[in-house]
Every structure is written in C-alpha cells, then in structure tokens.
C-alpha cells in the first residue's frame, strides 16, 4: 500500500509522526508535492483539519484518489473526523481498506464569466464592508425567483449547510441528499426564507449591487470582486474523503450546534465571535484570532480566558511551534 502525505503547515514533525505510524505498519509513504502523480497512491493523508482538506480539493485536479483528513490535535472535524493522537489506532483499518468512502459535492463557480476553484462547503456573496445592503436577483434554471435587498447570500452544499449557512438560519442537509441550500441573510423581506434546490440546478445571483463593491467568499476562505453577476452549480466529480466513524455528519453537527446554543445563549459577543471563527477555521493561535477578528488585544485576551474557563475552548501546544499555544473548540459530548 502507498499513502501521499500533505496538508497545510505539514511540517517536519508531524511528517515524521505520520510517516513512522505508517512505515511501522509496512506502509509506504510520500511527501507530495506539486509534481507529484495521485494515481499511484491508494490514500492521500491531509492535514490540517477542515481548512487543509478544503485547501486541498481547490487545488487538485485527480479526484479518484481518497482524501484521509486529520486534525493536528483532538478536535470534531467534518471533513477531518480524526486527531493526529489517536491516528495509530486506525492505521491497521486504512491498511485493509475497512471504511467507507463518502463522495461530497462541489460547487463550480463563475465570477463575471471567470472560473474559480471548486467549493466544498459555500459560496457566500457579501458587500465589501458589514452592515451595508446588497441587492440582486437570484434565478434558478433561467427563471427569476426574488429580487432581494439583504446583507448578502449563501449557496450551500449539503456538507456545508451545517456550517456558515446553518448560522445565517438555514436548514441543516444530509449528506446523501442530492440538493443545494440557498440563503438570504437579513433579508429586508421579512417572509424571505431558504431555498432547497435540485443540486443539478443552475444558480444564477445576478444584477449584483451595492454602494461599494460586492465580493464572493469562497468556503470562507478566499475572496474575490464581483462586479455582476455569479453562476453556481455542481461541479464533478464529487471529492472523495475517507470516513472511519460511522456517527453521520449532519446529525452529530446539529447535535453539537445546538447543545452549544442553549449553554453559550449568555455569552459576551467577542467570545461568540472568537468561538465562531475557531468553528470555522479550525485551530488557530491568539494571534491569528486577533489579525482575523480585527478586536484588540485585550479584548481576544478575555474573551479567551472566558471560553477557557467554560470549557468551550482548549489550549494546545502547536506541532509547527513548540512555543506557540494554539486554540480549538472542545469536543462536546
């Protein structure tokens, strides 16, 4: 058997974890790079989470390969159901093929006529600056479905609907389901509810308006001006990811939300954000949380020490830097 290894921050340590894991076991082992050919491995390992599986569908072409995802330390992933603790315990599975593979839908993307990289969770469409409307049409299949003035808009995979779409109020989409979610976010239109659609629907968000530019955000990741109009729709082949748990994604997901909104409904607002991000974006370190939160100092300081306390956040030493003290939600049972 061989297995490629890659991810994002994959450094020389958790390289060498990984690689002696597997080589224990008899399994050959590679650090991809760009020139590397995925058809000769059985199973790519990626790590870093979410973030890094997420990473690494925008930028790979050879999708019959199956993606292992793992996060650095013990952490609920969607994409990455495993931590790199507990990784030896499942190596033995991976080396008798005992998994299933899921197969998740991506979303092609059109910015003005240009191509943009595939999605796997959302495609959100946002004026440039908050608390500014937006307006613009959405058409399904060619026909006109609303004209909106809201704060933006989100299309959703069925894997992402649990994540950004899920906080702006959208419907929580199993895994199996063969729809996308559309989603109006602060809608002036009061009656203005969510969209499920057929995922072999093209979704049009056009006539796109606002008194700045309008940006698309691409699995919260990555952003780009748009002056007009954006065209999704599903985009083959679906990305393969590996799953050693059998607990189904969308439930656990909706579990977990909603045990964490009846505790935190009391939370101080910087601590909400802090929890939001680290949601979203995986581990992260204080001065991460502060450059992506824009809050001083002090404030990401106390809204930590809050999340600390409560238990909703843990503090880990970083495999990229000893020195360095990282921060992630806690599994919640």
């Known amino acids: 058997m061989k297995v490629g290894i890659t991810g994002i921050g994959l450094t020389d340590s958790s390289n060498k974890i990984i690689k002696k894991?597997?080589?224990?076991?008899?399994?050959?082992?590679?650090?991809?790079?760009?020139?590397?050919?995925?058809?000769?491995?059985?199973?790519?390992?990626?790590?870093?989470?979410?973030?890094?599986?997420?990473?690494?569908?925008?930028?790979?072409?050879?999708?019959?390969?199956?993606?292992?995802?793992?996060?650095?330390s013990e952490s609920n992933g969607f994409l990455a159901q495993i931590d790199l603790k507990e990784f030896p315990s499942y190596i033995n599975r991976l080396k008798k093929g005992n998994y299933t593979i899921e197969k998740v839908p991506r979303l092609g993307v059109k910015i003005d006529g240009k191509d943009a990289f595939p999605v796997l969770n959302d495609v959100a469409v946002f004026p440039s600056k908050s608390a500014m409307l937006m307006e613009y049409s959405l058409r399904v299949d060619g026909d006109e479905v609303w004209h909106d003035s809201s704060d933006g808009i989100i299309v959703s995979t069925p894997i992402g609907s649990s994540a950004y779409s899920m906080s702006a109020g959208g419907p929580v989409i199993f895994q199996d389901s063969n729809v996308f979610g559309i989603i109006s976010v602060n809608s002036l239109d009061v009656i203005r509810r969510p969209l499920i659609v057929s995922n072999t629907s093209l979704i049009e968000i056009d006539e796109i308006s606002s008194r700045l530019h309008c940006e698309v955000v691409l699995d919260g990741i990555d952003r780009f001006k748009v002056s007009r109009i954006v065209e999704v729709e599903k985009f083959p082949p679906p990305a393969q990811i590996v799953r050693m748990?059998?607990?189904?994604?969308?439930?656990?997901?909706?579990?977990?939300?909603?045990?964490?909104?009846?505790?935190?409904?009391?939370?101080?607002?910087?601590?909400?954000?802090?929890?939001?991000?680290?949601?979203?974006?995986?581990?992260?370190?204080?001065?991460?949380?502060?450059?992506?939160?824009?809050?001083p100092d002090r404030t990401v300081r106390m809204a930590m020490s809050h999340l600390l306390e409560k238990g909703y956040v843990t503090k880990k030493v970083s495999i990229r830097d000893s020195r360095q003290k990282i921060y992630e939600i806690s599994k919640l049972s």
């Open 21 to 72: 894991d597997l080589e224990d076991e008899g399994i050959s082992t590679f650090t991809l790079n760009q020139k590397s050919k995925l058809n000769q491995f059985d199973c790519v390992i990626v790590l870093g989470g979410d973030r890094g599986v997420r990473n690494y569908f925008h930028n790979i072409i050879d999708l019959k390969t199956p993606v292992l995802g793992i996060n650095e």
């Open 245 to 295: 748990k059998k607990d189904s994604t969308a439930i656990s997901a909706l579990a977990r939300k909603v045990k964490l909104a009846e505790e935190l409904f009391n939370m101080p607002p910087s601590s909400k954000l802090l929890l939001k991000i680290l949601e979203y974006e995986g581990a992260m370190t204080q001065k991460e949380l502060t450059k992506k939160t824009m809050l």
